[in-house]
């Protein structure tokens, strides 16, 4: 039986249980649907090995060893990676999302810090190289040694995953992948491709791009089960209504619907006809030839359209599942006044 099946149930029980509200007393009246699907693992619902099955189906989806659902967002897939990574020293882009060092540092590993390239003219870090990688491996060669890549970075530039595994597995260091802002990747060819298959660990934010609610994310191991390492930072009461949202958004993503979906997304900014700076055409760069980034941001925003992220040089729109052709449209209008 599915997550979605079972949130379906219809249940007769009077449930002396937690959660108190029982699905039948709403504090927030607005979200009574919420509530009413706001099970826990009673015998009435027993939801645990539809999730196990849910996260089962998906692993072979991904084609990995193991897949988790998370509800508290990539934070907790990055963190728990690092844990259940054993490693004793690991390698941290000293640029990263604040969770690889705060990993780190709750999993009680020796962190060193590297750098990468960045490119002057966007105001933007690049992704991190083969080369760059097999460096820093070399260098600090030792045993229990991990790296954490980020790949795309929130701008889109994407590293080779394939061959950095390679590098890394060769010298049996492990590779955890922070794929946050790529979880559409596994399901097209005109993206980069992901790092699932390939790395150790890698996670992905589902409400990021691929359409799933803040903050449903993912993670996936082809070394050990992180079950134990997710243990030791969850709550023992998880959302189910959030998990089921998960289990339905990887159904959607894998459909005919879903695949069309990105298809159209990709072709429809392709017609936009702008510069492609990055590897990934979802993350729109922006260069103004007479505007910084930050002025372009704020004509952009009077105009009626907001950016994900901006610096003194460019300025980033962030696409997905729900930017639709009319959005698109609007925003091809707005930069037909600015001479894109
Ligand atoms: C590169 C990167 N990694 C990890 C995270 C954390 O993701 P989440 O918000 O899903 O916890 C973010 C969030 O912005 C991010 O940009």
Not at 112 to 133: R, W
Not at 244 to 266: H, P
Request: charged share 25%.
């Amino acid at each position: 039986m599915s997550l979605i099946s079972v949130l379906k149930h219809k249940n007769n029980k009077a449930l002396f249980t937690t959660p108190s509200h029982g699905g039948k007393f709403f504090v927030l009246h607005k979200f009574y649907q919420w509530y009413k699907h706001d099970i826990s693992e009673v015998e009435a619902y027993n939801p645990m090995k539809a999730l196990q099955d849910a996260e089962r189906k998906a692993s072979g989806l991904y084609g990995v060893k193991y897949t988790k659902f998370l509800t508290n967002g990539s934070t907790s897939g990055v963190i728990s990676a690092i844990i259940a990574s054993e490693c004793k020293d690991i390698l941290i882009w000293n640029n990263a999302h604040p969770c690889h060092k705060n990993g780190a540092e709750l999993a009680g590993c020796n962190i060193i810090e590297y750098s990468v390239e960045f490119n002057e003219d966007l105001g933007l870090y690049k992704a991190i190289t083969p080369t760059e990688v097999s460096e820093l491996i070399d260098k600090y060669e030792r045993k229990d040694l991990a790296i954490i890549i980020t790949s795309p970075t929130y701008e889109g530039f994407a590293s080779d995953v394939k061959t950095i595994s390679e590098l890394c597995h060769k010298k049996g260091v492990k590779l955890i992948v922070d794929e946050a802002h790529g979880a559409l990747y596994p399901f097209s060819e005109n993206l980069p491709e992901s790092a699932v298959k390939y790395a150790d660990y890698t996670v992905q934010s589902l409400h990021k791009t691929a359409g799933g609610i803040n903050p449903t994310a993912l993670l996936h191991s082809n070394d050990k089960d992180p079950s134990d390492a997710l243990s030791k930072i969850n709550t023992t009461s998880p959302s189910y209504p959030m998990l089921t949202t998960i289990e339905a958004n990887i159904n959607f993503l894998n459909s005919i619907r879903g695949k069309k979906y990105i298809d159209n997304l990709i072709s429809g900014i392709k017609k936009l006809n702008l510069p492609l700076y990055n590897d990934d055409i979802t993350k729109i760069i922006l260069k103004h030839q007479t505007l910084s980034g930050f002025e372009l941001s704020e004509r952009l925003y009077k105009h009626g359209i907001e950016d994900e992220r901006t610096n003194e040089k460019s300025t980033m729109l962030l696409c997905g599942i729900g930017t639709d052709d009319k959005k698109l449209q609007r925003l091809k209008k707005v930069l037909n006044n600015f001479g894109f």
